[in-house]
């Protein structure tokens, strides 16, 4: 395909073209089927392209919507049964605190994800190149915005799906946004693997334990980082605090 | 002549993103979804992604190319919702859980509308992805040709002549076109 024709192309899209050259570009679409689907197939790039870049703001406002309503049919998770059993336990544990907070002092608090949930800033554009949802993934992600960093790197992991720091990323991401079973599927086979991501992998699938409270599991999963893994330290000290 | 089905009026919604009608829709068609997923190796937050991203994609869809609702939306959006589902569980190397779905009566009509839509989506999300492919100088001279809407403003943002603008933008064109092209035949034959 030469540059000439996709200037017609460009020229025909704009209402540019004019008497003799319009009628020879019609008779061409009509009788070069070469000719036609080449036009068509830029024609319907070229659409796509402008439809997406010009809707993308109003994009952003749908989504805003959809955002407000995604809970609204959540299924209320106790009978009232339960939900009287749960206040019971939420006042013995309401007490239990209040008795630790009035004798003792900070230290025994319980650990929390959120004093661990410190994460490296994910870094995935390779200098001067531009991809779109890479980048849209790294500043998600870096901005804490993680229900769009899901999305993202769930695109990515669309076209790539061996990449294994993607991947631990997504793990992260998902957490974050408390979509832990899903995470710890994700992360399962990073911390199974041979990748540098291994122990990291490792260390995310137990501070998914801890979010969930499940906390016989994460002091498991803590057990299992070896002492050369750069995340040992830390792991070592949640391990004493639990 | 297709005729426009009543539920229209939630394809409507979403181009002009009514609130109103919008919760409508999910009080109505969503519940489904999110029990089929829940089902299905997933989680309620799972089933709201998809539906979100299909909401999206059939928005797309609605103003790109004029979609006209000509059946029932419950099982079309059923449809478009569980096949996003079945490619995102093949993406996280998951198997599907077969059972009997709870729509039990589809229309030949509501395959094919839930199949444009999925199509349609397939479409963009490869020109979406070429684009990703080009050099960083086309990548910018179409956005700014298609936000700013006028190749001189592009120019004079640009910095470069008229003329230059307009060979450019025809030409990145071009390339994304060849590269979708190509990618699309590599697909074909992956399939095979």
């Known amino acids: ?242 | 002549m297709a005729v426009k089905h009543s539920d229209h009026k939630y394809i409507e919604a979403l181009i002009q993103n009514n609130a109103r009608v919008l919760s409508e829709l999910y009080r109505k068609f969503t519940p489904k979804v999110v029990r089929y997923i829940s089902k299905n190796n997933g989680d309620y937050d799972d089933a709201q992604d998809i539906i979100q991203e299909s909401l999206v994609t059939i928005y797309h869809q609605a103003v790109e190319k004029g979609l006209l609702l000509t059946c029932p939306f419950d099982a079309y959006f059923f449809l478009v919702c569980k096949r996003k589902w079945l490619n995102e569980l093949r993406k996280r190397g998951r198997k599907e859980v077969t059972f009997l779905d709870e729509i039990t009566s589809i229309s030949k009509e509501e395959i094919a509308m839930a199949e444009d839509t999925l199509l349609y989506e397939q479409k963009s999300e490869l020109i979406d992805l070429m684009f990703t492919q080009l050099g960083s100088k086309c990548q910018e001279i179409i956005k700014a040709a298609f936000a700013l809407k006028s190749m001189e403003k592009v120019a004079k943002q640009l910095g470069v002549t008229y003329g230059y603008a307009r060979k450019k933008k025809s030409q990145c064109i071009g390339q994304l076109t060849k590269l979708v092209r190509n990618a699309a035949e590599f697909d074909q034959l992956k399939n095979d």
């Open chain 1, 1 to 242: 395909m030469n540059e000439e024709q996709y200037i017609a192309f460009d020229a025909y899209l704009q209402g540019e073209l004019k008497g003799e050259e319009l009628q020879s570009f019609e008779h061409k679409l009509l009788n070069d089927a070469g000719f036609k689907t080449a036009f068509q197939d830029y024609a319907d790039v070229e659409q796509s392209l402008k439809s997406s870049i010009e809707h993308a703001s109003k994009e952003k406002e749908l989504r805003a919507t959809l955002n407000t309503l995604r809970n609204q049919e959540k299924p209320s998770e106790n009978s009232s049964v339960f939900s009287i059993k749960r206040y019971v336990w939420m006042g013995v544990a309401a007490s239990v605190l209040l008795l630790f907070s009035v004798y003792i002092f900070n230290d025994v608090d319980p650990p929390s994800y959120a004093e661990y949930a410190m994460h490296q800033p994910l870094e995935v554009g390779v200098r001067g190149t531009t991809n779109t949802s890479s980048n849209a993934a790294e500043e998600a992600f870096n901005s804490k915005d993680y229900q769009t960093a899901v999305h993202e790197l769930r695109l990515l992991l669309g076209t790539s799906p061996e990449n294994v720091e993607w991947q631990l990323y997504y793990g992260i991401s998902l957490i974050e946004t408390d979509r832990i079973a899903t995470a710890l599927t994700i992360l399962e086979p990073i911390t199974s693997g041979a990748s540098v991501y291994k122990h990291t992998a490792q260390w995310y699938t137990a501070l998914g334990y801890l979010k969930s409270e499940k906390l016989e599991w994460c002091k498991s999963a803590l057990e299992k980082i070896p002492s050369e893994a750069s995340e040992f330290e830390k792991a070592q000290e949640l391990l004493d605090r639990l």
